[in-house]
């Protein structure tokens, strides 16, 4: 059965950190474009950061360029968001999706994916 579950997502104060994780099962990510996007109450879902499968190039949104870190290791299936320095606009639902044919831009600002996981809540409040 192919599976995303993200996990990481919390409560943190503003200016503090969390990872988020993305963990795959049931096919490998290796060859996917795999790709973050936040959805927060009454707000279209956005693209935050996607990485891709061939050569590892990045994509982030201008609203989180020099915060958010993406990252994976196919050794164990999973890709990461490293979030420094969150803002309480950060707070959203956070969402994996993989695709196995696009490019990383295409798939962050369309929002593209093939398997979806069911997201964590991140929340950035004082």
């Known amino acids: 059965q192919v599976q995303l579950v993200e996990s990481g997502g919390g409560l943190v104060q503003p200016g503090g950190s969390l990872r988020l994780s993305c963990a795959a099962s049931g096919f490998t990510l290796d060859y996917y474009a795999i790709g973050w996007f936040r959805q927060a109450p009454g707000k279209e879902r956005e693209g935050v950061s996607c990485?891709?499968?061939?050569?590892?190039?990045?994509y982030y949104a201008d609203s989180v360029k020099g915060r958010f870190t993406i990252s994976r290791d196919n050794a164990k299936n999973t890709v990461y968001l490293r979030m420094n320095s969150l803002k309480p606009e950060d707070t959203a639902v956070y969402y994996c999706?993989?695709?196995?044919?696009?490019?990383?831009?295409?798939?962050?600002?369309?929002?593209?994916?093939?398997?979806w996981g069911q997201g964590t809540q991140v929340t950035v409040s004082s």
């Open positions: 999706a993989a695709h196995p044919r696009t490019t990383i831009q295409a798939m962050c600002i369309m929002k593209y994916g093939n398997y």
């Open positions: 990485i891709s499968g061939s050569d590892g190039s990045t």
